[in-house]
C-alpha cells in the first residue's frame, strides 16, 4: 500500500458529511449566495449610473468591481468562519465525546487539522459561490489575471487564519458560548484595530492593501507571515487540546472576582467585621441563581468589570478631546461587539438549561414557563445596561462641558446613537432569546441569530443606500420614511436632523417601528413560554 | 378509587408514534413499576404526567386533575426525577435545595425545616454544604428525591432513577422508596432492570414498542400468564419415591433435584404455595428449607414481548 492511500481522515470524513446531510447548510449557501448577488447588483447599478447607463460604459471597470466582490467575500469570511469553527471543539467537550476521540490513535495535531480542514472547506464552498460574478466583473475587463490571483490567495490566507484563530479559541475554550464570543472579539479587534507592529502577520491587513499592491509576488513575504501564524496557532491548539479537554467548566472572570470576594472577607474577618453572609434565594429563585452564580449579571462584579473599561475610555476620549468623530471608531467597534454578546447570551439564556439537562426539572416546579423566561431576562437586562455604560459614555463624553449640543452638535449624532442603543439593543436581545427558544440546539441558535442580524442589518443598510440612490441622494419624501423601517437608520437621521436638513418624522417613526416590534417579539416569547420551553 | 388515571393516551412526534393508546389506573400508595426496553414509550408517558409533553390524544389525571387542562395544579402535586442529573454548578446542597424550596414556593419559615428533615430521610445531612458537583452519582440520585420531597407531593414520577448506579447505591435507593411508598406516596418508576422491579412493585406495566402489554398486580399478571412459579426445597429425606409422589401433586408441574435442593415448578392458579408445604409435609418430608422464588420478571417480560421497538 503506497504512502498516500494509507492516509485516512475520519473526523474530516464525518465532519463532512455531517456537513452535507443537514439540510440548513443548503438554506445558508443559497442565502449566501442570494445576498452576495444582491449587494454585487446594487453595486453595478450604481457604477451603471456613474459611468452612463449603457452597458458597455463598464467596460474596463471589471477591477473595481471585483475588488469590491472581493472585500464582500473577506467580510463573508469574518462573519461565517468563526460562526462554523467556534463550535468545532467545544461541543465535543460538552457532549463528553472528546474525550472519546483523544482515546482514538487520533493525535490532538491530527483532531485539530481534521476539524480545521473540515472548516477551511465547508467555507469554500462558500467562497465558489462568488465564481460567477467574478466571471462577470472579468469580462469588463480593466483587471490583469494576475490580480484576480491574488485576490483568491489574499481570500484563501483570510479564511485559512481566521479558522486557525477560531480552532484555537475553540480548543482553549471549555464552552461554546465562550469560544464563540472570544473569536468574534478577537477577529473584530483584528479588523479594527490592526497594530502596526503585527499588520504584515496580519491576512486582513492584505485585504485592505490588496488594491494598492495588486500582484501575487508582491503579496509573496506577508503571504509567509500568514502562513507562519496559522501554523503557530494548530500547534499551540493541538498542544492545549488534551489539557484543556479536561479543564473544568466555568467563567474564568467569575473565578476571579469570587477570588477577591474570598480575599475581601478574610480581610473584613481580620478588621473585626462582619462576615458577608451568603445570600439564598427567597421568591424569585431563577432570577437570584442567574445573579448569584451563572454570570456576570452581579452588580458587585459588574461594577468592578465596568471601572476599570470607562477609565480607559474615559481617558482615551480625555486625550484625543473634540467632538465624537474623532474616536467614532471606538463606537463602531464597541457597538458590533455589544450586539455579538447579546445574540450570544440571548440564545444561549434557555439553551443553556437544555444542554444542561436541567430546564424539565424546572418545568415541573411552580414557577410558570412565562417567570422562567422574565426571571432569566432579569439577568439578562442587567448586563444589558452594564454594557451600555461604555458605548454611552463614547456617545455622551462630547457633551460634557457642553449640553446644549445634544441632538445639534454638528458631525455628533448624538441623538442617533442613543437612539440606537436604548431601542435596537434591547430588541436584539429579544430577537436572541426567541431564537434561542425555537432552535433548540445552542450552537445552532447562535449562528442563526449571528447570520440572521448581519442580514437584517446589513439588507438594512443596503435598502438605506438604495433609496439614497433612487432619491438622488437626497432623504425626503417617501424613500425618507421608508428608509425608517431599516434598523441601522438612526445612525444617520439623528446626524440630518442635528444639521437641520430633515424633519424629525422618521426618527418618530423609526421609533415606533421598532418598539412595536421589540414588544411584539417580547409578546411572542411570553405568550407562548410554555409551548415554546417544551419544545424537545 | 383510582388515583392516577390514563385513558387511550397517544404520543406522536411528528410521524412516528411513541405511545400507542394505552389505558391503566394507578391506585393511590401503589409502587408502580414501568417496564419495557429503551425507545418502548415509558419516559413519553412519565413526561406526561409530569406536564412535560403534550399528549396527541386522550386524557390522564392525576387526583382527579386533568394534565393538560391544569398543569399548574398538578405540577404543585408531583415530583419528577428525570435519567439525568441536571447540575447547576457551584451550588451547593444547601443552596440547591433552597433554590427548589423558592421554587415550589415553600414558605420562608419552613424551608429549612423541610430541608433538613428532606435531607434526613435521603441520608444527606452531612453534605448539607458540600458542592451538589462533587456528590457521587448514587448520592445525587438521592438529592433528586430531597429535592422532590420539599413540596410534599403525592405522586413521585421516577424516569430510570437506578441506571448508572453501583449495586449498594441502588440497595439505597430501594430501601428509600419503600420508605417513600411507607409514608403513603404514590410512586412510579420505569426501568428496564426487571428483577429490581420486582423487588420493590405492587403493580406494573409492560409496555412494548408503544403499546400496554399486560398491567396489574405482580401476582395477577402471573395468573393470567399461567406462568410457572418456582420454590426451592431441603429435605432431609430426599427419596426418590417422595420425589415421585411431590411430582404427581395436582398444580405441580415438574421437579428438578439440585445439588442439596429440589427445585419444584408450580401453577399458583392450581395450588397455593402454603397448600405445597402442607402437602410435602403430609407426605412425610422433613422440611429443612422452603423458599418460593420471587417472581420470574425476566419470564414474563419474554412471553409478553416481542422484541419490538416503536
Known sequence: MSRWTSVSLPLLGKELIEHANRRRTYVARVIYAVALVGVYGVVQLQMSQMYGAQGASLLGQGGMLFEFLFRMQAIGILIVMPAITAGAFTQEKETGSLILLLLTPLTPAKLVLQKWLSRVLIMSGFLVLALPLAAMAYAYGGFSADFLVAGSAVLLLLYLQVGAFAILMSAWFRSTVAAFIAAYVGVMTVDFLVPPAIAPWLAIDMVSHLGSSGTSLQLWPNARHVLATVVVMLVIASSVLAWRARASGGNPVLGIFRGLDRLFNRGDELLGRRRRVVSLPVSQPIAWLEFNRRSLANWRYLIRLLVPIELLIAGYIGLVSGGMSNHLWLYILLLPLVVLVLLVLGTSLIAGERSGQTLDVLLTTSISPKSIIRQKMRALYRILIALCVPLLTVVLYPLVGRPTAFGSSGDDNILGHVLTISILLPLMAWLAVWIGLVITNRIRAMVTAVIATVIWLGGGLILQFLLLMVGGYRMEGPANLLSSFTPLAMETYGLLVGSGNMDATPIVLWCVLHLSLLLVIRHVCLSRAAALLLRA | ?310
Open chain 2, 1 to 310: 378509587m383510582s388515583f392516577v388515571t390514563i385513558s387511550h393516551l397517544r404520543v406522536r412526534y411528528g410521524k412516528f408514534e411513541a405511545v400507542k393508546d394505552i389505558s391503566f389506573e394507578i391506585p393511590k400508595g401503589e409502587l408502580f413499576g414501568f417496564i419495557g426496553p429503551n425507545g418502548a414509550g415509558k419516559s413519553s408517558t412519565i413526561k406526561v404526567l409530569a406536564t412535560l409533553l403534550k399528549p396527541s390524544g386522550g386524557t390522564v389525571t392525576i387526583g382527579g386533575v386533568d394534565v393538560v387542562k391544569n398543569p399548574a395544579k398538578i405540577r404543585r402535586n408531583i415530583g419528577y426525577v428525570p435519567d439525568f442529573f441536571g447540575v447547576y454548578e457551584d451550588l451547593t446542597v444547601r443552596e440547591y435545595l433552597h433554590f427548589f424550596a423558592a421554587a415550589y414556593e415553600i414558605e420562608r419559615g419552613k424551608r429549612e425545616g423541610l430541608i433538613g428533615d428532606a435531607l434526613a430521610l435521603t441520608d444527606l445531612g452531612g453534605k448539607i454544604d458540600a458542592p451538589v458537583d462533587g456528590l457521587s452519582r448514587g448520592m445525587k440520585q438521592r438529592l433528586s428525591l430531597a429535592r422532590v420531597l420539599l413540596h410534599d407531593p403525592e405522586l413521585l414520577l421516577l424516569d430510570e432513577p437506578a441506571s448508572g448506579l453501583d449495586p449498594r447505591a441502588r440497595i439505597e435507593m430501594r430501601e428509600l422508596l419503600k420508605e417513600l411508598q411507607r409514608l403513603g406516596k404514590t410512586i412510579i418508576i420505569s426501568s428496564h432492570i426487571l428483577h429490581e422491579l420486582a423487588q420493590l412493585c405492587t403493580r406494573i406495566g409492560i409496555i412494548e414498542a408503544g403499546q400496554m402489554m399486560a398491567e396489574g398486580p405482580l401476582e395477577e399478571i402471573f395468573r393470567r400468564l399461567n406462568l410457572m412459579r418456582v420454590v426451592h426445597v431441603q429435605l432431609v429425606n430426599p427419596t426418590d419415591a417422595l420425589i415421585a409422589a411431590i411430582r404427581a401433586m395436582p398444580g405441580i408441574s415438574g421437579v428438578e433435584p439440585q445439588a442439596d435442593r429440589l427445585a419444584i415448578q408450580w401453577r399458583e392458579g392450581e395450588l397455593a404455595v402454603e397448600d405445597l408445604h402442607d402437602a410435602i409435609h403430609k407426605l412425610g418430608g422433613r422440611i429443612r428449607m422452603f423458599q418460593p422464588e420471587a417472581l420470574d420478571m425476566e419470564t414474563a417480560f419474554m412471553k409478553l414481548t416481542e422484541g419490538k421497538t416503536a
